[in-house]
């Protein structure tokens, strides 16, 4: 499963931690400030 993750915060990130280590394609978005 194709999943994307807006935010890369403390919880963004371990989640698409988890959801990769599962099998899943994870693709981060974020923001530049």
Same mark, same amino acid.
Do not use: P, Y
């Given at each position: /499963? %194709?999943?994307? #993750?807006? =935010? *890369?915060? &403390?919880? =963004?990130?371990?989640? =698409?931690?988890?959801?990769? %280590?599962?099998? &899943?394609? #994870? /693709?981060? =978005?974020?923001?530049? *400030?």
């Amino acid at each position: /499963m %194709k999943i994307a #993750v807006i =935010g *890369t915060g &403390h919880m =963004g990130r371990a989640l =698409g931690q988890i959801w990769a %280590k599962n099998g &899943h394609e #994870v /693709m981060f =978005g974020s923001r530049d *400030t």
